[in-house]
């Protein structure tokens, strides 16, 4: 879609000046490509749970950090420690742990001025952790209260699936997230009843 926006700009530059109802045409099919291109970007920035479900939290992960986080100038090291041969998490957990490590990655992008971003995940039989660091400006707890609703979806989001959220911060110190949320023992895992 993009080269189709430049392709149509320089057609567009090369219509003789007398032209005008060609420009009006192109202008408006660069419009819609435009308008496409957009739609498009904040589909895939919702990432259903479909297409998280297809490619994996993992994977998932990786394209988020590389496309909204590295993108926008944040240096990210990532940590994924996951054992081999182990079933997946259930879906409603890899989608938690995706939203969760997706709010806390846009807020160090958006509030942090972070200069790096740490983002862990360990899955273990029995329990996930997801992390995410950031050495940005931090915050006073109190102070933002009310002000967002990402803290808050997070919070609820892992409380849900019997997880805890921790938000360790202050301001001038970054920003530490931490979330824990307990794996229901699967057939394959080590423990599990037949
Ligand atoms: N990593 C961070 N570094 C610095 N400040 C933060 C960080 N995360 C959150 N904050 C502060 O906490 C506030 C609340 O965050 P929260 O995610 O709940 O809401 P929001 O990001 O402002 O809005 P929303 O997430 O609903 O789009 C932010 O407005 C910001 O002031
Ligand atoms: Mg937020």
Known sequence: MAAS??????????????SAAARESLATARNLVQCSLDQLKTVIYDLRPTMLDDIGLVAALRWYVKARV???GVQVETQFDQTPGWPRPLPAVEIALYRVAQEALANAVKHAEARRVELGLVLRPGYAALTVFDDGKGFDAE?????GLGLLSMRERVAQLGGQLNVVTEPGLGTRVYAVIPLEPRAGVEGASS
């Open 70 to 72: 590295e993108a926008s």
């Open 143 to 147: 102070e933002v209260r009310g002000r």
């Open 5 to 18: 926006l430049l392709s149509l700009g320089l057609t567009e530059r090369q219509l003789p000046a007398e």
